[in-house]
């Protein structure tokens, strides 16, 4: 028997030499940062003294006497490795303390903080090398500078690791090595047959090989991440709050938590419970690969380049149902990614759960088409995207669900027809609700109970609207309060569409769907216009329960993301409408995504040029998970919480009672331990009060014992001792209802896993 030839086998050499390259990079995994004398900020110190471990409280001049140089970005945020310090320096040095300080460490006494160095620099001298280890990651890293002469300044300073603290390189090699081993099979698939004027066709039978279709697909995939191939990393408005979610999920992560609930290291270990209100579920990925030691950066620009992927995949799959042609899907796929409010999102906002949340859209909008007109038992794919979309983000899941309300009423009479399609949306949102349960029961329990900041304050959508309507069309500058590009392809394609519905008659039998086009195309308009002030925003936002819904939104341009699968879908059902014959179709086909392609250079050119700030390096450390920044608009906090509080002072254990005394602290994040010795005097001042947000379910045991854990002083955990003495062990334990919700999500999972396959061999209907 002849032994079958292995094609590609290229392929692996080329992946060994790649790993190599890798490997051979000594450096690769270093941490390194150096900053000018412009990087530093002088300040005043107050209440100073010269063995302090506290966080030092700075003012103006006149309040102080001590010149204090920092860094102008705040605390950094660095791994756990030995490291050094070279300081270049200028003026008179005599009594200049360089001195690095941490809040992360609890000191088991209860004193917050520790002094890493404190090097009094050498006289006559300009230059400092100081050595250090950390034994732990930590997230606020000060540099001090004090001095008492005002002639001091510093030069340069640089942070460097003296070995390897990150394992990107290892990472690079097994995302190498697997795409190698992908890229084998590809090669071995069947052999290729494509012919290119089959670009179009309504029914399009023949076999193709899957290695075409992933040369577009990573070729698109790759120009929607150019801004990525840099060395930094893009500033975006949220990238903080996003950088900060991946820290949390890996501590959460590192401490026993699963599913996450609280972010325990965030807000000098106070906590914050992010996941209880904002869906992770995809975020999970870039956490896990921290915990494994991959450098932040790089963890959130490998989710951006997996989610450009699998938005041309999951694009692509209901727009070839949809349309019943897979190049025509393709080139809508490519529209789709490329879409500018899309990138915009991606790097000019940072908005991870918005563009995550992009990526489902086309399945929750091609499933809503199946069970009104469509092929009734493709209601899985409404639960996919509905599910998906869920999961990343609550308001697209909000603005989505009242668009798709608006198709229902449209279409109700087609809900009843005699193929019973009530059955099968009905199926639809019983599997979704269950599916998201274990997030949905958690989110609207703390909800009620916590009355988180972001459900008590004024929104405004109207606030964020601009009457310069340009922008709607301007690739090269960008607005953060007023409209965003809609895109050309998407702009001409519904004009287009529009000019086709007036000139021709609708065809007998096509009546429905060209009403459900319709309905997209008149959507799309609304929508776009809805983005400026043009749009009655005033008079819309006083309708009852209408006006409450629409102003959570915020922000007027995040109907972008409706625009986006509507302006592609009514672009793609245009190019079908104008162009009979497949050649011309194909011609249309390949312009628009030539188009889209060349508007995404532009929007990179033109709003992502080389004068865009970006972090320096892979390594996030211009933030730390110990200030604001990390919690974006602290929107999850209690309405009675203190940020100030949290970010200001050191973790302490507190009461009222002057007698206590700690001893043999540890903690980890919401996990903490120590012994306590107090004289009890009866009264309130015996509270003990722990530096954690309060958040119901926190266990606190004395010696073994539970006692009641309540809200104590700006809304922090406290509990009332019962003796004198004794052993305190604190985590956060999920409650047996979210537990509960947790095993009805994974059944209904297990079940449609089984029922699925009954739904393999159907024949699709495409508009």
Known sequence: MKRPQIKGLWVLLVAAVLCFTFLSRSSGDDFSATYSSDSFHRRYLLDYTGDSTEPMAYANEQDG?????????????????????????TGQTEGTILKLFSSDYVSPDNSGGKILVSEELDPGSTYKYVSFDLDQDVNSLYILLETTDPSFAPLSFLLESEAPVYTDRYFYCGVTIALSFALLVLLNWKKPHVRPFALGQMQSDERKTMLTFVVFFAAASLVASVPLLQSGLIIGHDSPFHLARIEGLASALRSGQFPVRVHGETLNGYGYANSLFYPELLMYLPGVLSLLGVSTVTCYKFYVIFLNALTVVLAYL???????????????SVVYLLNPYRLICLYYRSAVGEFTALTFLPLVFYGLYAVLLGDRKDWPWLVAGATGLLQCHVLTTELTAFAAALFVLVFLRELFTGEKRFLSILCAGVSTVLLNAWFLVPMLLMTITLDPMVFSRMQNPMGFASFDARYLFNLYTLTSIGPHPVGYVILFGVAAYLLYRIAARTPDGERARFRFVDLMAVLCIVCTIATTAFFPWEKVLQIPLLGKLLDMIQFPYRLLSLVAVFGTVVA????????????????????????????????????????????ESKSYYLNNMNNSLCVGQYEYLPSGADLNAMVDNSPRISSANESLQISDWTREGTCMSFRYSMTLTGTEDDVIELPLTYIPNYEILIDGEPVQAFISGSYNVGFRPTAESGTVTVRYREPSLFRLSECVSLAALAGLCVGLPLYRKKRPSGI
């Not at 860094?71 to 270049?88: C, F, I, T």
């Not at 209901?318 to 809508?332: G, M």
């Not at 245009?574 to 508007?599: G, T």
């Not at 250079?601 to 033109?606: K, M, R, S, T, V």
């Open 572 to 615: 793609g059902f245009a190019v079908f409408c104008w162009f009979r014959k497949a050649p011309h179709r194909a011609a249309a086909l390949v312009a628009a995504s030539a188009m889209a392609a060349l508007c995404a250079l532009a929007l990179f050119e033109g709003a992502f040029g080389p004068d865009v700030e970006t972090y």
């Open 318 to 332: 209901p727009f070839k149902r949809l349309f019943q042609s897979r190049y025509t899907a393709l080139a809508l």
């Open 65 to 89: 006497n001590i010149y204090v140089y920092v860094l102008r970005r705040g605390a950094l945020s660095v791994r756990a490795g030995s490291y050094h310090v070279e300081l270049q320096y």
